[in-house]
């Protein structure tokens, strides 16, 4: 069975401080890991997915077989960046995306 | 392109009734996908359609059933209404192949059973 757990519910960061949200997987296999985001009024979307290895809009996450975890994180904090942030994984030939339960994240200026 | 839309955006349903809520893929997208989301939770998988045929099935009931059109544009039918159905329900396409390609979501359809 195939399981994502965000750990924090909330998370309140100030503009410019640094940001992590903890993703944690169980899966027997190599997965294939994504961040989803959803902006206040807008529809989910997503942010990136590990196999790019890409940094969109400032945000990195790295995956970490041995802890079996896919934290996302940013330097810098924005006002922007105010959202709900979703952890999903996708098992080998698997057409689903199982989601963890979402952790909100607010930056104050 | 207006991506993934969905209709009706919101309902209200007696206990028992049946339903359906519609979904029209994004422009080049032959793949529909259904989750539910319950308040405070992340959505959950329902079913998957690709070539007018249901590809995978979440952990849902029978009661949960769809359909997909030769345009793509997908329909999911909820039968014997319960409270518990109570949810957001999205749509997400994508292109055939693999989970791996990215998924478009829709805006949803806040259905609540009362």
């Known amino acids: 069975a195939q399981r994502v757990t965000q750990p924090e519910k909330l998370l309140s960061v100030f503009k410019g401080a640094p940001v992590e949200l903890k993703c944690n997987y169980s899966y027997s296999g190599s997965p294939e890991l994504f961040w989803y985001v959803q902006y206040s009024r807008q529809r989910l979307q997503l942010l990136l997915r590990?196999?790019s290895r890409e940094s969109i809009k400032g945000f990195t996450a790295d995956l970490n077989k041995g802890e079996t975890s896919f934290h996302l994180k940013k330097p810098f904090a924005q006002e922007e960046d105010s959202a709900m942030y979703y952890c999903a994984l996708s098992g080998l030939g698997d057409y689903k995306l199982s989601f963890g339960a979402g952790t909100t994240v607010t930056v104050r200026a | 392109d207006a991506g993934v839309t969905q209709s009706p955006t919101h309902l209200i349903k007696t206990r028992g009734q049946q339903v359906t809520l519609r979904c029209s893929p994004k422009?080049?997208?032959?793949?529909v996908s259904w989750y539910q989301q319950a308040l405070g939770q992340g959505p959950q998988f329902i079913f998957q359609?690709?070539?007018?045929?249901?590809?995978q099935r979440g952990n849902f009931p029978d009661r949960f059933s769809g359909h997909q059109f030769p345009n793509y544009s997908s329909e999911l039918n909820v039968n014997a209404l319960l409270l518990g159905d109570s949810a957001l329900y999205l749509c997400a396409s994508s292109s055939s192949g693999t989970a791996n390609t990215e998924a478009f979501f829709g805006q949803g359809t806040r259905l609540t059973v009362v």
């Open positions: 590990h196999i």
């Open positions: 359609y690709y070539e007018e045929e249901e590809r």
């Open positions: 422009s080049g997208h032959d793949t």
